[in-house]
C-alpha cells in the first residue's frame, strides 16, 4: 500500500497496512540532519516512507517589501537562541504596525494591506504534481509568517497584548482587523485551490487559539469573533472536496465541538502537556467525528527522553490509535535544535517497529 492508499484510508477512520507518518522541524534540525546523515532531507524523507509532503505554494511576485518587513508591513528581527551546535534563529517582531491605532478607521487606512495579486499561481499545480508522481500525499501550509488563520495575524498587526484587549473590550475593532485579514486569504486561497486543479489533498491552516492551561480567550469569545472566519476557510476548502486539518497549539479541548461543527477533518497539534490534550482522552472524546496529527512531545520526550522512552511513546500512541484509523504519527510542533540526531533517528525508527497493523 502506497501513502495516499495508507493515509486516505486512516482519514477515514479504517486501518490500513500501517499508521501514516509525517515530519515536522525546524531550518536549523534540517540542516543538521543533512550534515551528521549525509543524505538531502527529501531523501531523509523517502528513507523513512514519510506520506506527506509539503509544497511550498504560490511564488511572490508583488512590489519589492521592505527590509526586514513581511507581505503585512510587519517588521521583524533575528534572534537566536541555543547553545553552539544547536542553536535555532527565529524572526520576532520588532513594533507590531497597528499597536497605536485607535479607531477603525485607521484599520481602513493602513496602507500594507496585502493583495492576492501579488503572487504567481502557475506554479502549484507543478509542485502537487512532482508530489504526486511519488504517490506521497500533496499538502499545502504555506510558511510560518503567511499561514491561513485570523487571530495570529492579529497578534503581528496589533500585537498580542493589544489584539488580546481589545478582544475583552473592543470587539468591533477587531472584527475590523479580522475582516481586512479574512479578505486576503480567501481570495489567496481560492486562488490556490483552483490553480491546483483538484491536486492539492490537504489544506493546513494554522492559528494558536490555546495557551498549555486552556484557551486564549473564552469560548464565547470565539465563537463571536473567530469562528465566523474559521468556518467560512473550511467552507472553502471543502467546495474544492479538499481535506481541512488545522494546527493549534495549547489546550483548546473546550472548543473542538466547534471547530467539528464548522467541519474540520484534522486536529493538529495535540500537545500532550496541555491541559486535557492527551491523545487518548481526545480520542475518547471526539475519536468518532475526528481524526489527530502529531501529539509526541517536543517540551520533554524528543529534547530529553532516552531513545527507549521514545520508543515506548510511540509504542503507547499506536496502540491507542491502531484498531480505528483516524490518526497521522508526527511530533506536537516543529522538532527543535535541543533535540539530538540519535533521538530523530529512534523516532523514525519506532513509527515502523510500532505503526504496522
Same mark, same amino acid.
Given at each position: 500500500?502506497?501513502?495516499?492508499?495508507? !493515509?486516505?484510508?486512516?482519514?477515514?477512520?479504517?486501518?490500513?497496512?500501517?499508521?501514516?507518518?509525517?515530519?515536522?522541524?525546524?531550518?536549523?534540525?534540517?540542516?543538521?540532519?543533512?550534515?551528521?546523515?549525509?543524505?538531502?532531507?527529501?531523501?531523509?524523507?523517502?528513507?523513512?516512507?514519510?506520506?506527506?509532503?509539503?509544497?511550498?505554494?504560490?511564488?511572490?511576485?508583488?512590489?519589492?517589501? &521592505?527590509?526586514?518587513?513581511? /507581505?503585512?508591513?510587519?517588521?521583524?528581527? !533575528?534572534?537566536?537562541?541555543?547553545?553552539?551546535?544547536?542553536?535555532?534563529?527565529?524572526?520576532?517582531?520588532?513594533?507590531?504596525?497597528?499597536?497605536?491605532?485607535?479607531?477603525?478607521?485607521?484599520?481602513?487606512?493602513?496602507?500594507?494591506?496585502?493583495?492576492?495579486?501579488?503572487?504567481?499561481?502557475?506554479?502549484?499545480?507543478?509542485?502537487? &504534481?512532482?508530489?504526486?508522481?511519488?504517490?506521497?500525499?500533496?499538502?499545502?501550509?504555506?510558511?510560518?509568517?503567511?499561514?491561513?488563520?485570523?487571530?495570529?495575524?492579529?497578534?503581528?498587526?496589533?500585537?498580542?497584548?493589544?489584539?488580546?484587549?481589545?478582544?475583552?473590550?473592543?470587539?468591533?475593532?477587531?472584527?475590523? /482587523?479580522?475582516?481586512?485579514?479574512?479578505?486576503?486569504?480567501?481570495?489567496?486561497?481560492?486562488? /490556490?485551490?483552483?490553480?491546483?486543479?483538484?491536486?492539492?489533498?490537504?489544506?493546513?491552516?494554522?492559528?494558536?487559539?490555546?495557551?498549555?492551561?486552556?484557551?486564549?480567550?473564552?469560548?464565547?469569545?470565539?465563537?463571536?469573533?473567530?469562528?465566523?472566519?474559521?468556518?467560512?476557510?473550511?467552507?472553502?476548502?471543502?467546495?474544492?472536496?479538499?481535506?481541512?486539518?488545522?494546527?493549534?497549539?495549547?489546550?483548546?479541548?473546550?472548543?473542538?465541538?466547534?471547530?467539528?461543527?464548522?467541519?474540520?477533518?484534522?486536529?493538529?497539534?495535540?500537545?500532550?502537556?496541555?491541559?486535557?490534550?492527551?491523545?487518548?482522552?481526545?480520542?475518547?472524546?471526539?475519536?468518532?467525528?475526528?481524526?489527530?496529527?502529531?501529539?509526541?512531545?517536543?517540551?520533554?520526550?524528543?529534547?530529553?527522553?532516552?531513545?527507549?522512552?521514545?520508543?515506548?511513546?510511540?509504542?503507547?500512541?499506536?496502540?491507542?490509535?491502531?484498531?480505528?484509523?483516524?490518526?497521522?504519527?508526527?511530533?506536537?510542533?516543529?522538532?527543535?535544535?535541543?533535540?539530538?540526531?540519535?533521538?530523530? !533517528?529512534?523516532?523514525?525508527?519506532?513509527?515502523?517497529?510500532?505503526?504496522?497493523?
Amino acid at each position: 500500500m502506497n501513502s495516499r492508499g495508507r !493515509t486516505f484510508l486512516a482519514l477515514e477512520h479504517k486501518v490500513g497496512d500501517r499508521i501514516p507518518t509525517d515530519f515536522w522541524a525546524t531550518e536549523a534540525v534540517i540542516g543538521r540532519l543533512e550534515s551528521e546523515l549525509g543524505m538531502p532531507h527529501a531523501q531523509f524523507l523517502d528513507h523513512y516512507d514519510t506520506d506527506l509532503r509539503y509544497i511550498e505554494g504560490p511564488r511572490y511576485v508583488g512590489p519589492p517589501l &521592505e527590509e526586514g518587513a513581511d /507581505i503585512w508591513g510587519v517588521k521583524r528581527t !533575528t534572534v537566536t537562541a541555543g547553545s553552539a551546535g544547536r542553536a535555532e534563529a527565529y524572526s520576532e517582531v520588532t513594533k507590531p504596525p497597528l499597536s497605536e491605532a485607535g479607531r477603525i478607521e485607521d484599520i481602513d487606512k493602513y496602507v500594507h494591506w496585502p493583495s492576492p495579486d501579488w503572487f504567481d499561481y502557475e506554479v502549484v499545480e507543478k509542485q502537487c &504534481e512532482a508530489i504526486l508522481r511519488r504517490k506521497r500525499v500533496v499538502v499545502f501550509m504555506g510558511d510560518r509568517l503567511n499561514r491561513i488563520a485570523q487571530l495570529k495575524p492579529a497578534m503581528y498587526l496589533r500585537g498580542t497584548e493589544e489584539i488580546l484587549v481589545d478582544i475583552a473590550a473592543r470587539q468591533e475593532f477587531v472584527r475590523a /482587523i479580522f475582516a481586512k485579514i479574512r479578505e486576503f486569504y480567501l481570495a489567496y486561497l481560492e486562488r /490556490i485551490l483552483s490553480a491546483a486543479k483538484g491536486k492539492i489533498d490537504i489544506v493546513l491552516t494554522g492559528d494558536d487559539f490555546g495557551s498549555q492551561d486552556g484557551l486564549l480567550i473564552s469560548p464565547a469569545m470565539w465563537r463571536a469573533l473567530i469562528e465566523p472566519g474559521f468556518r467560512e476557510y473550511i467552507d472553502l476548502i471543502k467546495s474544492y472536496d479538499t481535506v481541512v486539518m488545522h494546527h493549534t497549539c495549547g489546550s483548546v479541548v473546550d472548543i473542538i465541538p466547534d471547530m467539528i461543527d464548522c467541519g474540520l477533518d484534522v486536529l493538529q497539534s495535540i500537545q500532550p502537556e496541555a491541559s486535557g490534550m492527551s491523545l487518548a482522552n481526545l480520542r475518547a472524546k471526539f475519536g468518532d467525528e475526528l481524526c489527530f496529527h502529531g501529539g509526541i512531545s517536543i517540551q520533554k520526550t524528543m529534547p530529553y527522553a532516552s531513545p527507549d522512552d521514545i520508543r515506548r511513546e510511540v509504542s503507547r500512541i499506536a496502540e491507542v490509535v491502531r484498531s480505528s484509523g483516524g490518526y497521522i504519527f508526527c511530533t506536537s510542533h516543529n522538532i527543535q535544535a535541543d533535540t539530538s540526531v540519535e533521538n530523530i !533517528t529512534a523516532l523514525m525508527d519506532a513509527y515502523r517497529e510500532y505503526g504496522g497493523m
